[in-house]
């Protein structure tokens, strides 16, 4: 069962933009950090971002980093993907997940969401 829900996936031509948005219950959003992950069929789940709970310490994956952007409104209880310059290799089910301190790796994260379906076509 999802605690997280993604939004704002779809289809989008190569070089184009989207902004995944995930909205998390408010009370403990909070104190926790949160990443996004994705999954292409036939491949493992790969880390995308994270951000720790005050928002001061961004990561990204190499692939990703200078095109996406991981951001948080705390008091939106929202976290944000905005991704740009997008590639096909970045057609994948994108998840959102909460964690109690930034990780790179899906065993560190507590709470998944659902996931969204990110395509890009050339």
């Known amino acids: 069962q999802a605690q997280l829900v993604e939004s704002g996936g779809g289809l989008v031509q190569a070089g184009g933009s989207l902004r995944l948005s995930c909205a998390a219950p408010?009370?403990?959003?909070?104190?926790?950090?949160m990443g996004w992950f994705r999954q292409a069929p036939g491949k493992e789940r790969e880390f995308v971002a994270a951000?720790?709970?005050?928002?001061?310490?961004?990561m990204h994956a190499d692939s990703v980093k200078g095109r996406f952007t991981i951001s948080r409104d705390n008091a939106k209880v929202t976290v944000y993907l905005q991704m740009n310059s997008l590639k096909p290799e970045d057609t994948a089910v994108y998840y959102c997940?909460?964690?109690?301190?930034?990780?790179?790796?899906?065993?560190?994260?507590?709470?998944w969401g659902q996931g969204t379906q990110v395509t890009v076509s050339s």
């Open positions: 997940a909460a964690a109690d301190r930034l990780a790179t790796v899906s065993s560190g994260y507590r709470y």
């Open positions: 951000i720790s709970s005050g928002g001061g310490s961004i």
């Open positions: 408010g009370r403990t959003f909070s104190i926790y950090a």
